[in-house]
């Protein structure tokens, strides 16, 4: 993944203006220390901050077509680059080994109805000056895995700026809003267009579908496989809890699948990652004694991975805080909560070379993870709360994912928010996703990977290759990630912003903050940070809070501890 920042249809001296735009596109070169670039073009300006992961030798952008008619700018990854070549009707000679170059060819051929057909994460910017009146085409994937925003001038309304962060427009713009997932852009209209439109996104349509567990299985092997597409050293985010784990045994066996066969050229998807880097690395990062440490550890010896074990002190976690805020660019307790170590292991990981992780955000929200579900008053509000749940990813755990990541130019890849994953998980029954005293949340993914589960339709030869996770792994109790890393990390943020936040702070918050007014002093204590960082109004519109369903009678606290189901509850 990269930064990209570009200015459709300037209103002033462009050619001066071109300092000011590498300027605010430096603001965001953590996300791609490898490379910069910059294409003006009329009076448009089309900027780029590279990772490199795939195409190293020559995926410098922004790309562009022979005449320069068509510019592009990308952030994302495509994974099925190699099928969408070989579809395209038209003979054409490659620039580069990028596998985000079919986007500006395909473009070419069939316009916007390019967004569709792309299977990864992507946020992109392309110019089209093949007609008198240039046209902007901007588009983010389905879910929102990457980051993007659109901002304007109200001054110059015609313009409009595109960046993957906030802060290359909060110093420009003074209308800033999150560019919508699933959505393309079209300067012809001024409009979003909906391309991203499965049968399971409006909540209130409640399947009937039962759970095919092979289903279930295949197409989440099949999201882990065509996410080792890469070129450089990757590995697995190991917290020991279901999903980092799910993910990481099956990363581990895929790669040592396609390393032990033959490359074939008929393959649809790119699996360089695994012949180049067949040993899997996995990461964990927690306070000392932390029960992820304890059971990451465990998993990486039963799938052999080579591990590497990380620890930081509460201190050094509280002292990232403000960082942290500045990266993620939101406020909201329980992002902040569970960013912190995720940003922290991020710099320790990309001191090792490693510069791809397989991460697993995403299952909560598919199949009911979070502990507050046991509380669903009936199966179709389960069903609705997960649907809203998917839709509202990208301003929670993908913003997470995303930024805490990219801070330190390491890219997270999240097989579990796959769109033909999703289409399998999104269509079970709600019925069948239920969680109870008797039935632990994620059931109906636990005995999919299960080989001791007789229903999981796992052939004789899928048995003997032998279990996926240890048993007590596949079922350990739901942990969220900020509570997983040491209990006593949201006990101590809770302490901190006590001593700095007064009852006199907390007594004028609705004075100090009109908008979405904090409710305690943690939440206080992030929106100051926030705004110290962007004191712009602009900056608030993209801020969503995550906050668990309290009409369900459980705790407003989006610790997991704060419901009464935990075993550890406070």
């Known amino acids: 993944m990269c930064g990209i920042f570009c200015v459709y249809k300037y209103q002033g001296d462009v050619a001066k203006y071109r300092q000011r735009a590498l300027e605010l596109s430096k603001q965001i070169r953590h996300r791609g220390p490898d490379w910069s670039g910059c294409i003006i073009a009329d009076n448009n300006i089309f900027c780029h901050e590279r990772l490199a992961i795939v195409g190293i030798d020559t995926g410098a952008q922004p790309l562009t077509n022979d005449d320069e008619s068509l510019i592009l700018t990308v952030n994302g990854e495509i994974y099925n680059h190699k099928k969408l070549e070989g579809e395209l009707k038209q003979p054409v000679k490659f620039k580069t080994h990028s596998d985000c170059e079919v986007i500006l060819h395909a473009y070419n051929e069939i316009g916007t109805d390019v967004c569709a057909k792309l299977d990864g994460m992507f946020s992109w910017a392309l110019l089209d000056r093949r007609t008198e009146k240039a046209r902007l085409v901007a588009a983010r994937d389905p879910i929102g895995i990457t980051t993007l925003y659109i901002g304007r001038v109200s001054a110059h309304p015609e313009t409009v700026y595109i960046a993957s962060e906030l802060k290359s427009l909060n110093e420009e713009c003074d209308q800033i809003d999150e560019f919508p997932p699933g959505h393309f852009f079209d300067s012809a209209d001024g409009q979003f267009h909906q391309y991203f439109k499965p049968d399971w996104w409006t909540p209130e349509r409640i399947p009937t579908m039962p759970v095919n567990y092979r289903a279930l299985r295949e197409s989440l092997t099949a999201a882990v496989r065509k996410r080792l597409m890469a070129e450089v050293p990757y590995g697995v985010l190991l917290s020991g809890g279901l999903d980092s784990s799910l993910i990481s045994s099956i990363a581990v066996r895929e790669a040592a699948r396609i390393s032990a066969n033959a ?21 964990s990062i927690g306070l000392p004694g932390a029960p992820d440490l304890l059971a990451a550890r465990k998993v990486a010896k039963f799938l052999k991975t080579a591990h590497h074990e990380f620890t930081y002190t509460v201190q050094e976690g509280l002292d990232a805080v403000s960082d942290v805020i500045y990266h993620l660019e939101t406020y909201d307790v329980t992002t902040v909560r569970a960013s912190t170590p995720m940003y922290l292991l991020s710099r320790r990981i990309k001191s090792t070379g490693v510069k791809m992780v397989l991460s697993g955000e995403g299952s909560d929200e598919v199949f009911g993870g979070y502990l507050y579900f046991h509380y669903a008053p009936s199966p179709d509000e389960f069903h609705k709360e997960l649907v809203k749940r998917v839709h509202n990813l990208h301003t929670s755990d993908c913003l997470r994912a995303n930024k805490s990541t990219m801070a330190w130019g390491l890219e997270a890849r999240v097989p579990f928010l796959d769109k033909e994953f999703l289409q399998v998980a999104m269509n079970v029954r709600p019925e069948d996703k239920l969680c109870s005293k008797e039935i632990m949340e994620k059931a109906i993914i636990r005995r999919a ?16 290759r032998g279990p996926y996770l240890p048993h007590d792994v596949l079922w350990r109790l739901q942990e969220q990630f900020s509570d997983g890393v040491g209990y006593s990390w949201i006990d101590s943020l809770k302490e901190s912003a006590e001593s700095k936040v007064s009852d006199e702070d907390m007594s004028a918050a609705k004075e100090h903050f009109p908008f979405d007014t904090p409710e305690t002093k943690e939440a206080y204590l992030y929106r100051k940070i926030f705004e110290q960082h962007f004191p712009q109004k602009a900056c608030l519109a993209s801020v969503v809070r995550w906050v668990p369903r309290t009409d369900w009678g459980c705790s407003a606290d989006p610790s997991g501890r704060a419901q009464k189901i935990h075993n550890n509850t406070y």
Do not use: K, L, N, W
């Not at 990652?273 to 040993?279: E, I, Q």
């Open 263 to 283: 490359q074939s050229d008929a393959e649809d998807i790119d699996t360089r990652g695994a012949r180049y880097f067949p040993r899997m690395h996995s990461f």
């Open 449 to 464: 990977f299960d080989v001791d589960y007789a229903e999981a339709g796992f052939t004789p030869e899928e048995i003997a």
